[in-house]
């Protein structure tokens, strides 16, 4: 029933019959077989006689049969003596389907259009390389979700490669920006150009990563902090090759950063302007680290065990240690304090006493147990000695202040009285002389009294004027 | 029932010219004159079937004015007495403390003005203290 291919019979040392490839000649008008290989009856499943039985649509897919036709259809359009390539896939006889890549080539013959095709199972290939799709498609996410870009260029050429994320980050869409050397200094902070006019060479060791931070200028203008991390590549004979880095937008990081120092700077100088002393105890090592700003803005930190003895709280004023060491830890032993004050004297190496103001707080543990006190201790010693001048400015105040209500009031109120008097009963009751003698001793008596307050004036003011100069 | 005016100042001069002031216009009523609160509550609980009308002074020797009403703070059920404080101070403290005294009845301010006495001695006279 199926015509006879004798014209096909080939030597047994033909290379079709040796092929590690699956191999067939069909023809084209009626889609049969007309030879298969060894490989393609070990491959397909179908022994040879099955083969020449069937047509190439039994090897397709149901839904791939418009692709076969289409193909058959243009069949005289190829060149001949050309093998065309084409992915396609196919249908063993158990119905697995794989993916093949085809080369044919049609075979002069008068009669027939006969085709010789060669089919490779790209099975493998085709999962290695959906594997490297998706690796990349990673890869790019990643890159993305990390704004970092890559970028490489060989060293004996003008242009770079970017990557997607290069792009984006410099501002620009991979079509809309060329990044030759010139128009990469370009998009360089004009400050930080100098990182690309230098030699480069100069700053990079084969293998070795190099670090920059530097700004960059995007295509709307703004100007963002970029990180880059670049290395020398060698060739194979040892030769310089290519350059290749990673960039890495740091601008967030760059801002808070700032902000960090900024802050720090303020605190720094709001320490020095209080003359304050920050301190943290860690109870469960029992260590304090206490810290202050010295005078040229820089920070001083002391870690130590927390004793009596160390080197802080062996300033406390003798008369005061006990009494600060027994009241802080009655202070911690209740669970439900958090927030403490101590006052007590500090007894400089120069022999000088200063008042200070302790304020600090307790975080404790979920018994209530202190795990950490922070504190800050505040000199006091200007403020205490300014409150004293001010008691002592009131005792004066205080002091005259009776003067003139008693002392001066009383001889005053008598010439009050005496005039009162002799003004209503004339010298019925006391004679004018006599009232007059009175008088005078009134009088007598509260020009002593104003000598005694500017007396006291004045002493006031000796005393403040030696408390300042001291 | 016997009733007695009592100045209690260590100022002699006003004490005179209180005194005279008193006696022209109430004459008839006993005036007696102290230099300092100690002898004054001396007398006074000496005399407790007496009743007495003390113009008192707040700064004087041995005994100031302060200490004289204390002194007699917790004696009140057991006198007929009635003080005002006459003083030099215009300090407004001196007045908000006399105000604490349940015993003081004015603060008057020297030299002893006659209207405000003859309110006083009107007073005493008409309820026949």
Redesign the interface.
């Known amino acids: 029933m199926f015509p006879q291919q004798t014209n096909f019979e080939l030597p047994e040392d033909c290379i079709f019959n040796f092929s590690p490839h699956p191999m067939w000649i069909y023809d084209a008008d009626t889609l049969r077989f007309l030879k298969v290989n060894h490989e393609a009856v070990r491959q397909y499943g179908y022994s040879e006689k099955e083969f020449l039985s069937i047509t190439l649509e039994d090897i397709r897919p149901k839904e791939d049969i418009h692709v076969l036709s289409n193909a058959i259809k243009n069949i005289h359009q190829r060149d001949e003596g050309y093998f065309k390539k084409r992915l396609v896939r196919h249908k063993k006889k158990d119905g697995t389907v794989f993916p093949v890549h085809l080369k044919s080539n049609l075979i002069p013959d008068k009669d027939k259009t006969l085709e010789l095709v060669i089919a490779m199972d790209i099975t493998e290939l085709k999962e290695s390389e959906d594997l490297l799709i998706l690796s990349n498609n990673r890869l790019n996410r990643a890159q993305r979700i990390a704004k970092l870009g890559y970028w490489r260029r060989n060293l004996n050429s003008d242009l770079s490669e970017w990557s997607d994320e290069t792009f984006r980050i410099y501002g620009y869409e991979p079509h809309s920006f060329t990044p030759t050397l010139k128009n990469v200094i370009n998009v360089f902070h004009p400050e930080d150009r100098h990182l690309l006019t230098d030699d480069l060479l100069d700053h990079l060791e084969p293998g070795k990563l190099k670090s920059f931070e530097h700004r960059i200028l995007t295509a709307n203008g703004s100007i963002r902090w970029v990180q880059q991390e670049i290395q020398l590549i060698l060739n194979d004979i040892g030769g310089t090759s290519h350059i290749e880095g990673t960039i890495m937008d740091i601008t967030e990081r760059k801002e808070y950063e700032q902000k960090l120092k900024e802050s720090n700077e303020r605190f720094s100088l709001a320490m020095l302007a209080s003359n304050q002393k920050i301190w943290d105890l860690d109870h469960g090592n029992n260590t304090i680290l206490h810290s202050k700003i010295i005078c040229d803005g820089q920070e001083q930190i002391v870690k130590e065990p927390f004793t009596k003895d160390s080197s802080w709280l062996g300033k406390i004023h003798p008369d005061d240690i006990d009494r600060v060491w027994d009241s802080f830890f009655q202070q911690l032993e209740n669970r439900e304090m958090s927030h403490g004050k101590l006052e007590y004297r500090l007894r400089l190496e120069n022999g000088t006493i200063r008042y200070v103001t302790d304020t600090y707080y307790v975080q404790r543990g979920a018994q209530g147990e202190p795990i950490r006190t922070i504190g800050s201790m505040t000199d006091v010693t200007v403020t205490r000695k300014q409150l004293e001048k001010i008691k002592a400015h009131n005792t004066v105040l205080q002091d005259i ?2 003067l003139q ?2 002392a001066i ?2 001889p ?3 010439i ?3 005039t ?2 002799y003004r ?2 004339g010298e019925e ?1 006391m004679s004018f002389d006599r009232t007059i003698q ?1 008088i005078d001793k ?1 009088v007598a008596e509260i020009d002593d009294q104003l000598h005694q307050i500017i007396k006291i004036t004045n002493t006031d003011n000796n005393n403040e004027q030696g408390n300042i100069a001291s | 029932m016997n009733k007695e005016i009592l100045l209690v100042d260590d ?1 002699a ?2 004490n005179f ?2 005194q ?2 008193m006696e ?1 216009k109430f004459p008839g009523i006993p005036i007696k004159l102290f230099y300092n609160g100690s002898v004054a509550m001396q007398y006074i609980l000496k005399n407790t079937d007496k009743n007495f009308l003390v113009f008192l002074d ?2 004087m020797p041995v005994m100031s004015g302060w200490e004289f009403l204390k002194a007699l703070e917790g004696k009140k059920a057991e006198l007929n007495i009635e003080i005002h404080i006459l ?5 407004p403290g ?1 007045q908000e403390h006399a105000a604490k005294f349940p015993l003081v009845s004015s603060f008057l ?4 003005d ?1 209207t405000i006495l003859e309110g006083i001695l009107h007073k005493i006279v008409k309820n026949k203290m």
């Open positions: 202040a009776w209500s008693h009031r009383s005053l109120t008598r009050m009285a005496l009162n008097l209503s009963k009751i009175l009134a | 100022d001069v006003t010219v209180n005279t002031i022209s707040l700064n003083t030099s101070s215009i300090d001196d301010v020297k030299p002893l006659e």
